[in-house]
């Protein structure tokens, strides 16, 4: 082995045999940006397309100007789902007082209303159904799934809300041009926007 090969070694951390938590999700040093928890497997993130990046700057926007003041919004921080579960939501929209100052680096499940998903070809599994699946198990009411579509590959949004009697998502709507929802505020996001970012 070249001095060469050796001085571009990457040191990865070892799991401990039970897996990771979220204690170390949050102490682990130099972990790339946007690193998740998902069942106590660390989950490091491509780089992302330009579509991914302008439909959460349109998504963040639009829950933005219709907000009440008891909600804010964020973009790509942990939600603690539990022990061994610290996933980061491109999108979700918290209760106000979730937020205690701004050197917060997560959010609790249980401070969470919406949590928003943006597919992308290095986690479509993860965000079509491993993601939804624990939020939904987590208690947050309500969950996007946004995908690229059509010949145009604007946004499509996938509106689901949690079932109490099953606690699962039920999907109650697709939206193609315009996002128009009462839940969990009224929200009114035209997606064809996408277009002027």
Known sequence: MSAESVKHRVQWPVPP?????????FTLPDLPPHTELIDGSLVFVSPQRYFHFATIDLL?????STMPSDFK???????VLDRRNGPEPDICVVRKEALIDRRQTHF????????VEVVSPD?????????PHK??????????????AGQDDH???????????????????????????GVPY???????????L
């Open 17 to 25: 045999q039970d897996g990771y938590t979220v204690d170390d999700l």
């Open 60 to 64: 963040v926007s639009g829950l933005r």
């Open 73 to 79: 919004v964020a973009r790509e921080m942990t939600v």
């Open 108 to 115: 609790k499940a249980a401070d969470v209303v919406l949590a």
């Open 123 to 131: 986690s479509e599994s993860r965000d079509r159904d491993t993601k």
């Open 135 to 148: 939020y939904a198990a987590a208690g947050i009411p309500h969950f996007w799934l946004v995908e690229m």
């Open 155 to 181: 946004p499509v949004v996938q509106v689901h809300e949690r079932a109490e009697s099953t606690g699962t998502y039920v999907l109650t709507g697709i939206y193609h041009n315009q996002v128009k929802v």
């Open 186 to 196: 009224d929200i009114d996001i035209d997606l064809t926007a996408i277009d002027s």
